[in-house]
């Protein structure tokens, strides 16, 4: 399988670029197709000049035959996999603006399997999220756990591993959907509003400016750091298992604590500042792992303190 040719959409963003980091290591040829409205070129900066890439600008709402056509992909190696991991992806957004989430999270799903389909790609890997469940009772949450999404954001991620399950079963695609939980590491922009929660407060704290919590802080979250995100999806690829998976750590933090950790290994005690919660937002999210170490081997390395660690280091370098 080393030196298929992949697909990554999605592949500038802050995920998708640690995978593209992972495949091009493993020796894969990478297709990234990317709209830039999040995901920026800088990402992909280490890879410049190389022939292991080739960036394709393209919006998933629209035909990917419209960019992925035979000119953009001449020489190249046919497409094997396909990692789907362009999307839309805050939840207050999605509620004031529920038809572009469909467009991009929904309809840019469809549109990637109707690629797929039509092209004989048999293998694809799709990003999903925790915020499939709602706000749920049990903790740490297994996958079989009823889903009740209090979002748009988190209905058009199940809508699109409904639709995924339909092609699994009337085409025989293999297809994999991984539900990540609160994702974080080097690369995750503070500046976007929607950015996640640990790059704002390390952004803070080396600015010496208020930590800003939403809410009393005591909503907790299960932060699991970018590159073991990287590895899951590639376990996800070698091992096609046509199922839904949770990835995260199996351990629950929340935001209070989080902001002390920050502050801590940033040197500076800053203070806090409360704001109203937000819309959308659920109260705890932990996921139940077992099924990823039984269906991928897989288990988050990466302990928080040893992730916020890294990613400061890497914030620190572009002051």
Not at 156 to 175: D, V
Not at 213 to 229: E, L, T
């Amino acid at each position: 399988m080393s030196g298929e040719g992949v697909l990554v959409t999605g592949g500038a963003g802050f995920i998708g670029s640690h995978l593209v980091d992972l495949l091009v290591e493993k020796g894969h040829a990478v297709y990234v197709l990317d709209d830039l409205s999040s995901g920026r070129m800088e990402n992909l900066s280490t890879h410049e000049g190389s022939d292991a890439i080739r960036f394709i600008k393209g919006d998933v709402s629209r035909p990917l035959d419209e960019c992925l056509n035979p000119g953009s992909m001449k020489g190249g190696p046919d497409i094997g996999a396909i990692f789907h991991l362009a999307a839309r992806v805050d939840v207050t957004t999605s509620i004031s603006d529920p038809m572009d989430d469909a467009r991009v999270n929904y309809i840019g799903t469809l549109n990637v399997l109707d690629f797929a389909l039509r092209n004989g790609v048999q293998n694809m890997i799709f990003s999903s999220s925790a915020a499939v469940y709602g706000d749920v009772r049990e903790i740490p949450t297994p996958e079989d756990t009823p889903k009740s999404p209090i979002s748009p954001y988190g209905s058009h991620k199940l809508a699109s591993e409904n639709i995924l399950g339909m092609f699994n079963e009337h085409y025989g695609m293999r297809c994999t959907a991984l539900r990540f939980f609160n994702v974080y590491g080097p690369r995750q922009d503070p500046s976007n509003p929607y950015s996640g929660v640990i790059s704002k407060f390390i952004d803070a704290s080396l600015r010496k400016d208020p930590l800003i919590i939403y809410g009393d802080g005591d909503q907790s979250r299960d932060f699991v750091y970018v590159k073991d995100v990287a590895e899951a999806l590639y376990r996800a690829y070698i091992r096609t298992p046509s199922i839904a998976l949770n990835i995260g750590t199996g351990r629950e933090t929340t935001v209070n604590s989080l902001a002390k950790t920050v502050t801590r290994t940033s040197g500076y005690e800053g203070r806090t500042a409360h704001m109203p919660g937000r819309k959308g937002e659920i109260i705890r999210s932990c996921a139940r792992v077992s099924m990823a170490r039984e269906h991928l081997d897989f288990t988050a390395e990466t302990d928080i303190q040893e992730g916020i660690a890294e990613t400061m280091r890497w914030f620190r370098t572009l002051r």
